[in-house]
């Protein structure tokens, strides 16, 4: 074995006891992790609040009984000595029948015992029996499983009083499993492939060849938490049927009893070839093919050679040697001038992409043969000349053009100076026009402990931003310090924020200061509970010591962790705090409005919001009321104001839709008629019309044409025109009703310049990052306006107009300098703007907004303000509502694609829509925006998720309760796989809704996949997560938690996805794996079916046949180097237990250049025997080796 070197620093020290530690007899697992750096022998000295302890009690049989997280409660940062305990409990089938929560404890010794189990479950009633928690009798989650050797889960229950399983109403999970009978009608649906010598692939033939027979199928029903008791399959469920492989042959859906079928149709090798989503029933023929469903093809090593997308063209991707993308395309010219060519990466010894560009070329499946042909015979025909490259990465060292020079220290920290295998830098392209090549330089810099600490970019326009943190021994920012300037020629903006902790290592105070001797302003003072949770925060005023602030916000949850309320709708005056300029709240189970306009819902789904602001009169809301259908897509949104005499039905919303879930009617309603005799009149009444067996929009009637709403080209009755028309990779291009003749696209299919006919144009400049850089607004009749986005810097005219905050942004109000600060609500919604006018020193709100659930704004505000310059509104996303010649633009820019709210559609197809296939591409948030949003426009997330993101690095509102390992609530991944599939999986409408409580009912493996389907593992305290480490990402920051295993697409598309939405440029990855932002594909063509057993398995993964393998580093969230393995040479080990399942053949069939074998080498029905077995193995690797095995990324 060729030897290699990799520097990884871990402290593992056994830890003598801290202060005269004790524990009971039994067997534990003790950890402690200090906070400040300290030799082992001084371990003695530290306090409780100097170190991260827990301990985990082991009964008999290695099983876990008890986890306390020592000092990990607290109370507003002044009462700690409580520890968190998470009692554990075994039925006589060794089974984990019940997840109990965590509860806090009150501990002011050294002694940390393990508490009797009748005990700990007296304490833990006595807990959440109270107001507080909704005087819950049930606090655990609770499976009924199957009186047999197989154990499957036929019901599961979530804390609550509501969802107990011994509730009669019977508000649970249910599972039914079957075989499939004729009456099922399952399709049988053929792809047969032949290998074509000339393209190098193999060719596909559909082919629909009847039904299944009976008896064929495994057929699994769940039915969600709305269902009740004895609910029929027809009435509302998701059920999935496998074939004998464990193949997931079809997903069928239910609304009004009628069918919504997606098939998936593999090749005789397994791989996925077809999926044929709902609306592509009756005859499947080539026209419904190419409008409606995806297909894939590949070649003799299994890897993907093309795929198309429905209502997009076919895109080619070739591969080096090592089965990494080196290009794919067609892809539009990034310059948006109609061009067509390739997409390239380029990978440097060790597999780190070290460039991309695009070069012209045509591209065809006879040119991608000839050059997968020529890259296999060692010719390279991707050459980038110096105009076609579009991004540098730079590793090792600063020796790139344009790096800043090492600095000694940063901040008082030393610099390191051997940086070989970090990445020190990159170069991003402005995409001016083809023959210019600027660009932004970034060099980052770090401390000793290899931790970035600094981060120098030099912009386009020759300007900079310079980030610079201040980081403690564990890692958390004490302070930061931004510089930034427009031009070379421009004064330095400086902005300081301070970050004080709690012991627990929670966020307590944030403050914000404008140049090196301004005041310093409060951005947030947090308080939390005893088990974590945010309770409330104080914002804004120059008394940063927390104890005021302009607004004190108050959060309230229910007992699944679920936020309810922000402030109180019903009083904006709490005490002697400062009244509160905005309140919303939520129901979920419970309706307090019109009973009419919603009922009770347990599944996650919302049943009433409403909100009260300060200029309204005192105790007045208003809100909505929501009513669904089977899929859980909005149907009916009801205005409600019910202490008004005046309560009408002013803001609905009504929707219908098609199997696909493309709206095909929706009717708003607005306030109308005078100022006595007001009434709810039709504001849209709009019709839409479709592309023959395609998901494109052609043309949009409105029957009212009212404006403010909708606007109609025509009078909504007698439109015989098409609206709309679509480039090959099914952009929009034309848009009459807004007056738009013409849009351009660039690589990423983001609008380059929009035409409005002879009147003007919007005109975009994008990074190679596809990060927006300036608009550029030309109207024949009005002077040019350019902004400007640097980096959370925006500029109008090359004049400052604001920049961002943790709580709202800086402007110029009166020629000062003012903090303006943003209430929000669960979706970040900008609700209310607000400031403290610098002249009469006055709190006054200055822009406040209401919406529609799709997005609209209110036509008509109860409450009058001057007009606001401010353009993020829904979403926090920014409003282009730009006038040309009398058509208004009014689309979101959500980065990767825009929004029209008026319409509840995408411009563009779904970046990344085969994470959803059941689904239209162009559809927004599934169809339900009052829980779901779509952070980025490449895939939705549930307002928890988006809330928990908003708060990152403070604490998780869900049921995790301040816990590390917050799950994400949901999962949209169209695929029967296995790890992958989260609990509730297609519980509702075939999408998911996972409520993540503490000790329920699964968990995440740490490289980022599920460890178990519904209810079969659990997360507790101490155990699978640890408490108060400040990081709430649900994965470990060494993996991708988003991506499956089995998607064949480059770590550059990892890399691009994880860095946009964290905003991290250090590393730019956007060649061959991106396909403007679309490589993705789920290869359920390998799944099979799940183990079902509770055998665990530790196994090894060898090399194949002698080559190059990855080198997964922790910290690293691709390879960080290849090494050289001889045939049978372990790459990793692991245990799973679900051998079938915890790989897809795709996954091992393309690891590395030859790929690897998995070979069981132990089993146990323990875990805990299976992971020592583990332990040893790789602590016996390195011991011979001095180096992990090349897949392990952590020692024991």
């Given at each position: 074995m060729k030897k290699y070197i990799s520097i990884i620093i871990l402290l593992l020290v056994a830890i003598p006891g801290i202060n005269a530690q004790t524990f009971s007899d039994d067997n534990f697992i003790y950890t402690a992790a200090p906070k400040k750096k300290v030799q082992s022998f001084n371990f003695s000295t530290l306090t409780k609040d100097d170190i991260n302890q827990?301990?985990?009690?082991?009964?008999?049989?290695g099983r876990p009984v008890q986890t306390t997280a020592i000092n990990q409660g607290d109370t507003d940062g002044v009462i700690t000595n409580i520890d968190i305990i998470t009692p554990i409990e075994y039925d006589s089938f060794g089974r984990q029948v019940k997840g109990y929560l965590p509860?806090?404890?009150?501990?002011?010794?050294?002694?940390?015992a393990r508490i009797a189990m009748a005990s700990s479950l007296t304490t833990l009633s006595g807990v959440y029996n109270t107001t507080k928690y909704e005087n819950t009798t049930n606090p655990f989650s609770e499976k009924r499983l199957e009186a047999s050797p197989l154990n499957r889960l036929l019901e599961q229950a979530a804390p609550g009083n509501d969802w107990a399983l011994a509730n009669t109403k019977k508000n649970t999970i249910k599972l039914d499993y079957q075989i499939n009978t004729t009456a099922d009608a399952v399709r049988l649906y053929k792809a047969t492939t032949s290998w074509n010598v000339t393209n190098l692939s193999y060719d596909i033939t559909f082919s629909d060849v009847g039904s299944y027979a009976q008896y064929e199928l495994y057929k699994m029903v769940t039915f969600d938490e709305n269902s009740g008791v004895s609910p029929t399959e027809k009435a509302g469920s998701t059920v999935e049927f496998k074939n004998k492989e464990g193949q997931v042959v079809l997903k069928r859906t239910y609304d009004a009893t009628v069918n919504h079928d997606t098939y998936y149709v593999y090749d005789m090798y397994g791989n996925l070839t077809y999926v044929i989503p709902p609306l592509a029933s009756g005859t499947i023929s080539t026209n419904v093919l190419n409008g409606l469903c995806y297909q894939y093809k590949y070649d003799d090593r299994n890897r993907l050679a093309a795929k198309k997308l429905p209502g997009k063209q076919w895109d080619f991707i070739v591969y080096d040697k090592l089965n990494r993308p080196v290009a794919t395309g067609p892809a539009f010219s990034p310059w948006g001038d109609g061009t067509i060519g390739v997409l390239i990466t380029e990978y440097d010894t060790f597999g780190r992409i070290t460039q991309t560009g695009w070069k012209v070329l045509s591209v065809s499946e006879s040119t991608r043969s000839t050059w997968q042909a020529n890259i296999n015979g060692g010719i390279n025909p991707f050459v980038l000349g110096t105009n076609d490259v579009l991004t540098k990465n730079y590793y090792d060292n600063y020796s790139f053009t344009g790096a800043q020079i090492p600095p000694s220290t940063i901040e008082l920290q030393t610099v390191l100076t051997n940086v070989k295998t970090l990445p020190t830098g990159s170069w991003i392209r402005t995409l001016t026009i083809p023959t210019a090549t600027l660009g932004e330089t970034n060099t980052i810099f770090y401390d000793e402990y290899a931790r970035p600490i600094q981060t120098y970019s030099v912009n386009y326009l020759t300007g900079s931003t310079v980030n610079s943190t201040n980081l403690d021994f564990s890692g958390k920012i004490i302070y930061s310090i931004t510089k930034h300037k427009r031009t070379s020629a421009s004064t330095d903006t400086t902005i300081r924020e301070d970050f004080k902790y709690s012991p627990q290592d929670r966020l307590q105070i944030r403050t914000h200061q404008i140049g090196a001797?301004?005041?310093?302003?409060?951005?947030?003072?947090?308080r939390y509970d005893n088990l974590g949770k945010l309770m409330s925060k104080r914002v804004g005023d120059t008394n940063v010591t927390g104890t005021a602030g302009l607004q004190k916000v108050d959060y309230t949850y229910n007992i699944r962790g679920w936020l309810t309320e922000i402030n109180k709708t019903a009083n904006l005056q709490q005490g002697a705090d400062p009244r509160d300029l905005f309140a919303f709240k939520i129901n979920y189970n419970k309706v307090e409005g019109n009973a009419g306009f919603a009922k009770a819902l347990y599944n996650g789904n919302i049943a009433e919001t409403f909100w009260s602001s300060g200029l309204d009169a005192p105790n007045i809301s208003r809100g909505y009321g929501y009513q669904y259908d089977q899929l859980n897509r909005l149907k009916n949104a009801s205005y409600q104001a019910p202490l008004l005499a005046d309560n009408q039905n002013y803001f609905g919303e009504i929707m219908d839709y098609d199997k696909n879930g493309n709206i095909t009617k929706l009717q708003r309603k607005y306030r109308t008629g005078t100022t006595l005799s007001p009434y709810a009149g039709d504001l849209d009444n709009l019709g839409y019309f479709y592309k023959t067996d395609s998901n494109q929009l052609m043309k949009v009637t409105d029957a009212t044409n009212i404006p403010g709403g909708f606007t109609d080209?025509?009078?909504?009755?007698?439109?015989?025109?098409?609206?709309?028309n679509y480039d090959l990779n099914g952009n929009l291009i034309k848009d009459d009703n807004k007056g738009i003749t013409t849009i351009s696209y660039n690589h990423f299919n983001l609008p380059r310049k929009i035409t409005f006919g002879t009147k003007g144009s919007i005109e975009y400049i994008y990074n190679a990052a596809g990060q927006k850089l300036q608009k550029i607004v030309i109207d024949g009749i009005k002077p040019t306006v350019t902004t400007d986005y640097l980096g959370g810097f925006q500029y109008k005219d090359n004049n400052l107009e604001f920049f961002s905050t943790a709580e709202g942004y800086v402007k110029s109000i009166s020629n000062v300098l003012s903090?303006?600060?943003?209430?929000?609500?669960?979706?970040?919604?900008?609700?209310?703007?607000?400031?403290?006018?610098?002249?009469?020193k006055v709190l006054e709100i200055i822009d406040e907004d209401n919406y529609y659930p799709f997005g609209l704004k209110h036509v008509i505000s109860f409450i009058s303000l001057p007009p606001s310059d401010n353009k993020y509104k829904f979403n926090g996303k920014e409003l282009q509502d730009e006038m040309i010649g009398g058509n208004q633009l009014n689309l979101y820019d959500y980065g990767a694609r825009n929004y029209d709210p008026a319409l509840g559609r995408w411009m563009n197809i779904d970046p990344l829509s085969e994470i959803s296939r059941r689904n239209s591409p162009y559809n927004y948030a599934l169809n339900n925006p009052v829980f779901f949003i779509d952070p980025n426009g490449m895939a939705d997330a549930s307002h928890r998720e988006n809330y928990n993101s908003q708060n990152k690095g403070l604490t998780p509102t869900p049921e995790i309760q301040g816990l590390k390992g917050f799950l994400p609530e949901r999962w949209t991944g169209d695929t029967g796989s296995s790890d992958n599939d989260p609990p509730n999986y297609?519980?509702?409408?075939?999408?998911?809704?996972?409520?993540?409580?503490?000790?329920?009912?699964y968990q995440g493996n740490a490289d980022g996949t599920w460890a178990q389907a519904i209810a079969l593992e659990s997360v507790t305290v101490g155990q699978s997560s640890s408490v108060g480490s400040g990081d709430y990402g649900w994965n470990d920051g060494s993996a991708e938690s988003f991506w499956r295993e089995d998607v064949p697409i480059s770590s550059s598309f990892h890399t691009f996805f994880n860095g946009l939405n964290d905003g991290d440029k250090s590393q730019i990855g956007l060649g061959a794996g991106m396909l403007a932002l679309d490589i993705l594909t789920l290869g359920e063509g390998s799944i099979a079916l799940k183990a079902s057993g509770k055998t665990v398995e530790t196994y090894a993964l060898t090399a194949r046949a002698s080559g190059y393998y990855p080198v997964m580093t922790r910290g690293f969230k691709s390879a960080t180097e290849l090494v050289y393995l001889e045939a049978g040479e372990v790459w990793?080990?692991?245990?799973?237990?679900n051998p079938l399942t915890r790989y897809s053949q795709t996954f091992l069939r393309n690891l590395g250049e030859h790929g690897v074998q998995y070979t069981k080498i132990f089993e146990s029905t323990v875990r805990s025997e299976a992971a020592t077995v583990e332990k040893m193995m790789i602590q016996q690797y390195e011991a011979i080796h001095g180096v992990l095995t090349p897949g392990n990324k952590v020692r024991f």
């Open positions: 827990s301990v985990t009690y082991f009964d008999g049989l509860y806090p404890l009150t501990n002011s010794t050294t002694s940390y001797g301004g005041i310093k302003e409060l951005m947030a003072a947090n080209d025509s009078n909504g009755t007698n439109d015989t025109a098409d609206d709309y903090y303006v600060f943003q209430y929000k609500d669960h979706l970040g919604n900008i609700k209310a703007n607000y400031t403290k006018n610098p002249v009469t297609a519980a509702t409408g075939g999408e998911s809704f996972v409520d993540c409580t503490t000790g329920e009912t990793k080990y692991g245990i799973t237990k």
